[in-house]
């Protein structure tokens, strides 16, 4: 793919859980307004930031063919070898459609929504910003030991996620201004929404938004892709779902059993399964749905890969590619303490040894074969310095024993014995 281009520019809009405009979920970066200050629903509306200047000067920044800043993240996934947020479609049409000074005529077809950062669980990969009750444990730990917190706030992105505000809630989909214009533009304009949060299912104005496109005769009309992490279903939802032209659940299940539990902790793996197989169902009756199975690959799960492609082909008996299918398998770069490439090498081409003797069970299956293969093409990469990884290793287990002890359930040290011991080992 050219390095200066993606249709996202020209088809889609993001709004984060700040409630601030971006290009896209791949860049940090928000759309500023002439002033230098982030455009946020509270203060503007979709249509307005659509073909504002920071949009209409990257437009054509884009034409010219130079490199936008943006897109560094999807650049630097690509050279790794996996699929990125990036595409190449419709580039002449685009470009031609795009007037002198940037602006285009056609609204976003496409959205992503993420409803605030109300949540239910407190993932170990996930930060304050995706869920209200991370910060929270954190301030909770911090109010015996100070210490730790001050060290988790000075260890930024190491270990939790920009972490400037260990208390920020985002409600600013509850204003009803914000709500009535938001749910307007989506029935009017929006073709394909993927939706995230926070949790949706938790979230009552995500249903007000199902209501309100039912009401207008709009969600026969439309794609929905619900990410959601399997806790909760909820009856309106479900009455909806087969109104929509096409949804999509894209499931965030990090593991079997105990392990996806410790992962996105507090949740419940016998609960999940059963909500998995209520959109199972659905899915073959109403013949609109799928499921996208959508494991967040990281330190505390790479060993169970196998497992876990093994136990999602067999849930969709046969229908793999049909109403079942798995995403390109990210791996999780930040925290970096989540990031398997801080294990020690040792211990990283166990795991790719491990891996490699399954995929043959995978063959037939050709994309998951390529994500697959790709994990266990990096496992076998040293791509940190000595003092790095060891300064991350330590702190993935000062990190992790903190919150298992405030927790009081199982640990990491009891469901990965082979990673503890490979870590003390290389620590010393």
Not at 55 to 69: A, D, F, Y
Not at 144 to 157: A, H, P, Y
Not at 244 to 259: H, N, P, Q, V, Y
């Amino acid at each position: 793919m050219a390095k200066t281009y993606c249709s996202k520019l020209w088809d889609h809009q993001y709004i984060h859980m700040s409630g601030s405009f971006r290009f896209c979920c791949a860049t940090n970066d928000n759309i500023l307004n002439p002033k230098g200050n982030r455009y946020n629903i509270n203060n503007t509306s979709s249509e307005n930031v659509w073909n504002s200047e920071h949009v209409r000067n990257t437009r054509l920044n884009m034409i010219s063919g130079k490199e936008i800043p943006e897109c560094t993240k999807c650049v630097e996934q690509e050279s790794r070898g996996y699929t990125s947020m990036r595409s190449n479609a419709n580039k002449e049409i685009n470009f031609s459609n795009t007037n002198s000074d940037g602006r285009v005529s056609a609204m976003p077809g496409s959205m992503e929504l993420h409803y605030g950062n109300v949540c239910n669980l407190k993932c170990r990969m996930c930060s304050q910003n995706y869920s209200n009750q991370i910060g929270k444990e954190l301030l909770d730990i911090g109010k015996g030991d100070k210490e730790f917190l001050d060290w988790v706030i000075k260890q930024s992105g190491n270990v939790n996620n920009w972490t400037n505000n260990l208390s920020v809630e985002y409600l600013w989909f509850r204003n009803q201004k914000n709500k009535n214009k938001l749910n307007q533009f989506v029935s009017k304009n929006i073709q394909s929404l993927v939706v995230i949060g926070g949790e949706p299912t938790v979230i009552p104005e995500f249903y007000e938004l199902f209501d309100y496109c039912d009401e207008q005769n709009t969600l026969k009309e439309k794609n929905f892709t619900i990410v959601t992490n399997l806790t909760n279903t909820n009856p309106k939802m479900l009455e909806r779902l087969p109104k929509l032209k096409e949804w999509t659940i894209w499931a965030s299940m990090d593991g079997i059993g105990a392990r996806t539990e410790y992962i996105r902790y507090p949740s419940n793996f016998n609960k999940i399964t059963e909500n998995l197989n209520i959109y199972k169902s659905l899915a073959k009756k109403y013949s609109n749905g799928k499921i996208v199975f959508s494991p967040a690959i990281q330190l505390l799960n790479i060993d169970q890969l196998d497992t876990m492609l093994e136990w999602f082909v067999d849930f969709a008996e046969k229908d793999l590619g049909k109403i079942f299918g798995v995403s390109w398998l990210a791996q999780v770069w930040y925290p970096r303490i989540c990031n398997y490439d801080i294990a020690p090498r040792e211990y990283r081409l166990s795991v790719a040894d491990k891996l490699e003797k399954k995929t043959k069970l995978f063959e037939k299956y050709k994309s998951i074969k390529s994500y697959y293969t790709n994990q266990i093409e990096n496992l076998r990469k040293d791509t940190l310095d000595k003092d790095t990884e060891k300064h991350l290793q330590k702190s993935f287990i000062q990190y992790n024993d903190k919150l298992d002890a405030h927790r009081g359930s199982t640990t990491w040290r009891q469901l990965l014995p082979e990673l503890e011991t490979a870590l003390t080992k290389a620590i010393v």
